[in-house]
């Protein structure tokens, strides 16, 4: 099966970048095949253009969401791995999610509505925040991000929410220990999922 690993984090260096990692390591020992959307070492615009609105006369995606689209077309599962910022995901993810996982792509159109066009694949999200997990649930921020990020991208798309594992307290200095922590967790939720090897 092959796994979508969709990074937004300018920082290659960052822990959502060690994430992101870890996934693709763990499930390629699982004997899976994983490929890494790094969305700020692409460059990704994460401007919807005019003619990328859905049912409009002059619809046409763009070369690079063309491109994106052809990269991870086959995956069977999609993999989001992303900081909160201001209690939510950077802009750069949600526009790739518009345009990427946009019309002709992840939905189409059935008659007046939308029809789902992943059936049959999984969504798995990795989310961190600088604030503890306790208060970005407190908050309601961790429950908001569930239903716009996981609930209804999966229900328009037909996908299936395997997992949303989010890491609270990602702060500079924080210890390695803590850090190698929270990896293992990550290894765990890939072998959890998907441990049969293929």
Known sequence: ?????????????????????????????????????????LDFDPRLAQEEMPFGAAFQPRPDVVAERAAIGDAGVFVLVYPLWLNAPPAMMKGYLERVFGFGFAYGKDGNGSAPLLTGRKLVSFSSSGAPFHWVQQTGAFEAVRTLFDRHLAAVCGMSVADHVHFGG???GIR?????RMLKDVARTAEKHFGKKE
């Open 176 to 180: 390695p220990d803590a850090v190698a």
């Open 170 to 172: 990602i702060v500079p």
């Open 1 to 41: 099966m092959k796994h979508a690993v969709i990074l937004s984090h300018p920082n290659r260096g960052s822990f959502n970048a060690a994430v992101a990692d870890a996934y693709m390591q763990s499930v390629q020992a699982l004997g899976h095949q994983a490929v890494l959307r790094d969305l700020y070492a």
